[in-house]
């Protein structure tokens, strides 16, 4: 299981924004605890879904990206699709219900 890859304010927008598949952005801090729960249930997420790219931005590294899409609590997760966040969930939650709501709020991850 590979690390998730780190996404910087610098590189954001090409990276998520510009991106043709859809992106799940872990919004996280060394600090939060619900983030370190998280980080084993995004990596089989990534492992398991090439269709789905999966990376982590820390909001104390990377303050413009956070406060952009008002992300005030942690972890927060934003799935983006062709340059916009489509889904916001926010705290940790088990691999099953993240799959659940993410297919739920966004049906063209089911068909993917």
């Given amino acids: 299981m590979a ?7 610098a590189h954001f927008a090409v990276e998520v924004l510009e991106s043709e598949e ?3 952005v872990d919004f996280t801090a060394a600090w939060c605890a619900p983030c370190r729960v998280m980080k084993p249930v995004l990596r089989e ?3 398991e879904r090439p269709d789905l790219r999966v ?4 909001v104390d590294e990377n ?3 956070a406060a952009t899409f008002g992300v005030m609590s942690m972890p927060t997760l934003m799935l983006f699709r062709a340059g916009a966040p489509v889904v916001t969930l926010i705290g940790a ?8 709501e993410l297919a739920e709020r966004d049906p063209e991850l089911l068909a993917q």
């Fill in 55 to 58: 990376v982590s931005v820390d």
């Fill in 22 to 24: 859809p992106v799940l």
């Fill in 3 to 9: 690390e998730l890859e780190r996404i910087d304010d």
């Fill in 45 to 47: 997420i990534a492992d």
């Fill in 93 to 100: 939650r088990p691999k099953a219900r993240l799959e659940r």
């Fill in 63 to 65: 303050p413009l990206t």
